[in-house]
């Protein structure tokens, strides 16, 4: 009944803004093969965009990197990561409660990991200052 | 990402196409902020209901509005019809500081427009 092969694909692009569409649009297209509904590609999408977001602003800030993005196949499971080599978050458990942002006067809601974990199934983070970041994020589509 | 502008009474309607994200989020925050100066406005209203996809950029979009707005001593109130977007924004707190409504013309009325 269900014959998705397994798959994966990566991701390197450039820690521009407007890069942030192109990734959740490709991590989608690549998600569509396992037939999601439309608001479990909502759910991925926005998720993504989350994550890569947070890498170009928060990582890199004002300077320019590369952000990767890994995503792999499995069953109806999509697992997603995604990483910068930017600055690293000091204090992650802060970091992760639903409204806290390091950085308020950009207009930033604090809500970006909230939204990961709600969102998809699974959220992991890691981070070590200076050296960058990584959120794996995992999501079980519905057969 | 597109923006349409008008006035009805001191209320604003700003109604978004596109998607809303931290690239887009910037053009969209200086149109506002030009426009509620511009047009003397009071109270504002974002109809979301042509966005196909917003995330919590968007969020941070509206509450700094709605800070602004507040702050002169109006409303602000949003429509969208999106269950995704309805999911986002209740999910952010933005429900206890702005109602959700199914038309622009209900929204307008309940922030006191025309
Ligand atoms: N990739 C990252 N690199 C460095 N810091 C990060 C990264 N991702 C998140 N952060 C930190 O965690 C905080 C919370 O992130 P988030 O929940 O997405 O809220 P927001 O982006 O709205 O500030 C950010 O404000 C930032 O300080
Ligand atoms: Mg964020």
Known sequence: MNNTKD???????KSKSANESFARATVGAFASQLDPTLDELADIKTAVSEAVTNAI???YNNTTGDVHIHCEIKDRTIYIEISDKGCGIKNLAQAMQPLYSGCPEMERSGMGFTVMETFMDSLDVSSTLDKGTTVRMSKTLRA | ???KLQMKGRTLIAALSGELDHHSAKTVKDMLETAIVNKSAQ??????TNLTFMDSSGIGLMIGRYKLITSIGGKVCIVSKSKTLNRLISMSGVTKLMDIYQSTDDAVKSVGGM
């Open chain 2, 43 to 48: 109270n504002m209203v974002f109809d979301l």
């Open chain 1, 57 to 59: 602003i928060h990582g």
């Open chain 2, 1 to 3: 990402m597109d923006i």
């Open chain 1, 7 to 13: 798959n994966e694909m990566t991701l390197i692009f």
